[in-house]
């Protein structure tokens, strides 16, 4: 994710933001900058790839100044170059973004036809001309920014310096995290806070929506209706400490309500919006000539290959194999020369999964690999390396990072199509509009989880859970299986909905919830009629499906959860979040260790 700092300080702050930086670097960026009022105008350094080259535009040209902001970027709208890093500048006003806007393009048109001119390829200098046109007209920085953010809609987080004032600078979070910090004297910004640490240990945590002015005498913070509002100053603990939970319970908590950033930056690396185009990163490998794909991967990251699966053979029309990667090499697998094999893990570390590698490998297969760390050694052994953009996730079950991966699977299976010969122009335009709408709908599905922590003591007491999906929701129910028996230690099972009258049905009765995941579409009308079967026999049912959906078949349900109505492409990503939070408010009602649970660990080294 990229990195935010901002000083509002009495001494030049050019160094310290430099500083700031490197203590975020864990985050993953390709370019860096520091921008700096001096002498009444905005002064700005940036370089592409690591902060080594920062410093040396710094050394041999200074910036100076008491006041500024930085940045490190992870490139999404557009490459990784000096003319693309932040902060950028548009007359009067600097700013740096962490996120997505997502109605950039609308915005970006409005703002050409007025005559404004664009230097680079971001989304990020749309906010800044909002805020310059304002400020341009007369409005103050505060009414300027209050005017711009409803017109924003995405998962952002930004920090707006104003030439003309300074000794401010004005920050605002929707979606990704953002804290203030207070000094003596001077006072501070950044995106967790590990930034500010060396510092102050005195912070806040800006809420959802919150916009916070920042001064040198103190800080003023209103929420998303621009009212007025106090946040906790708390001590951060973060000399020591990497990444931290920040406002929330549990590490598990923080990464859920983290997705639609994360996923934001994530498809942002492989989406193009201006040329309505998903692409991957540059490999020798001729996706055209794969005539089969074998997926291997453990936990989570098999269920993300399941989805992946649907994809593939339905967009790509390319057959799918796919294996659990402590079985793959025991049951020889018979793998023709020239096919592709698929890793997914997390950590790129794990030790069946690159054992099954290393025999792809042997098997002349070309090896593709998903994962969030791309120094691992999966990703160094890679043909073609599809990162995910998910930062560290801390808790044992894996959330932001399954979400991530089908971010890229799906590029993935539009890519493959698209060699294939199977993906007209406008059906590849029609999928980059679908991924482009995921962030907000996992915003909108986080909306609901003060509903989902309401009903979670239906669940509680069960021994046993059944959910319950079909095509790529079928793996959803085996990934919300996981989450429950992983972190509240419930016995729960996935099931295909139409398998249910084979053999589980039979385990129906009265004191076993059934989790029926049915977002409405082509496949729910079959799917409510499995449910029906099971509130035949006395099962007590949970239906998570769209408003559409809850209104045709949620009546006699113990409970429904209501999600966005969204594509059948990004159905996945978006019923994530109900099995997640279910899981977690469970857990949390019944106690049990959330980011640590018993017997797992985060990577497993071992067979």
Not at 397 to 413: D, E, G, I, M, R
Not at 449 to 469: E, H, K, N
């Amino acid at each position: 994710m990229c990195g935010i700092v901002g000083i509002v300080g009495t001494s030049d702050v050019a160094q310290r933001l430099f500083d700031g930086l490197k203590r975020l670097e864990y985050r993953g960026y390709d370019s860096a900058g520091i921008c700096t009022i001096e002498d009444g105008s905005l002064k700005r350094r940036r370089a592409e790839g690591k902060l080594d080259n920062l410093a040396r535009e710094l050394k041999s040209h200074p910036l100076h100044g008491v006041t500024g902001i930085a940045h490190t970027r992870w490139a999404t709208h557009g490459a990784p170059t000096v003319g693309n890093a932040h902060p950028h500048i548009v007359g009067p006003v600097a700013l740096v973004h962490n996120g997505i806007i997502e109605n950039f393009k609308p915005l970006r048109d409005e703002l050409i036809a007025e005559g404004r001119k664009f230097e680079s390829e971001t989304d990020t200098e749309v906010v800044g001309h909002l805020v310059a046109r304002e400020v341009e007209g007369g409005a103050s920085p505060q009414d300027a920014v209050a005017a711009v953010l409803p017109r924003l809609h995405g998962a952002f987080a930004i920090a707006i310096l104003f030439r003309d004032h300074p000794d401010l600078i004005i920050c605002a979070r929707r979606g990704a995290p953002l804290t203030v910090g207070y000094g003596d004297g001077e006072n501070y910004l950044g995106s967790d806070a590990l930034a500010v640490a060396p510092w102050t240990q005195r912070i806040a945590y800006l809420d959802e929506g919150d916009w916070a002015i920042i001064r040198r005498d103190g800080i003023e913070i209103f929420d998303r209706d621009n009212q007025p509002v106090e946040r906790d100053i708390v001590q951060s603990g973060a000399s020591s400490a990497p990444v931290e939970k920040g406002n929330y319970r549990h590490y598990m908590q923080k990464e859920i309500f983290e997705q639609p950033i994360v996923v934001a930056q994530t498809l942002q690396t492989y989406v193009r919006p201006f040329e309505g185009e998903v692409a991957l990163p540059d490999a020798d490998l001729d996706l055209a000539k794969v005539d089969r794909v074998t997926i291997v991967a453990c936990g989570t990251s098999f269920y993300a290959g399941l989805v992946a699966k649907y994809w593939i053979e339905q967009f790509a029309r390319v057959p799918v194999d796919i294996d659990v990667a402590s079985e793959f090499r025991y049951r020889q697998p018979v793998l023709e020369p020239g096919g592709l094999a698929l890793f997914i893990s997390q950590s790129g570390e794990t030790a069946d999964t690159l054992a099954a590698l290393r025999h792809a490998r042997d098997e002349q297969q070309r090896i593709a690999v998903v994962v969030n760390v791309p120094t691992s050694s999966m990703a160094r052994e890679a043909d073609l390396l599809l990162p995910t953009h998910a930062g560290p996730e801390i808790g044992v079950a894996s959330t932001k990072a399954f979400t991530c991966q089908l971010a890229v699977l799906a590029a993935l299976a539009a890519n493959l199509a698209r060699a294939k010969g199977r993906l007209s122009r406008e059906e590849e335009i029609d999928i980059v509009a679908h991924l482009q709408e995921a962030p907000a709908a996992l915003n909108a599905a986080l909306g609901h989880d003060d509903d989902i922590a309401a009903m979670a003591y239906l669940i509680a007491p069960a021994r046993d859970v059944l959910y319950l999906g079909r095509g790529p929701d079928y793996p959803m129910a085996l990934e919300g299986a996981l989450k429950l028996k992983e972190i509240s230690y419930i016995h729960a099972e996935g099931y295909a909905a139409g398998e249910m009258k084979h053999g589980p049905i039979a385990l129906i009765d009265e004191a076993v919830p059934v989790i029926v995941i049915a977002p409405s579409g082509p496949l729910f009308e079959k799917t409510v009629s499995n449910m029906q079967e099971v509130r035949a026999r006395g099962g007590k049912i949970v239906l998570i499906s769209d408003a559409k959906g809850i209104a045709e078949a949620g009546e006699g349900c113990m409970a429904t959860i209501e999600m966005p109505e969204v594509h059948p492409l990004i159905a996945p990503l978006v019923y994530a979040v109900p099995v997640q939070l279910l899981a977690y408010h469970v857990a949390v009602l019944k106690g049990t260790d959330v980011d640590q649970p018993r017997n797992l660990a985060k990577s497993v080294t071992v067979e």
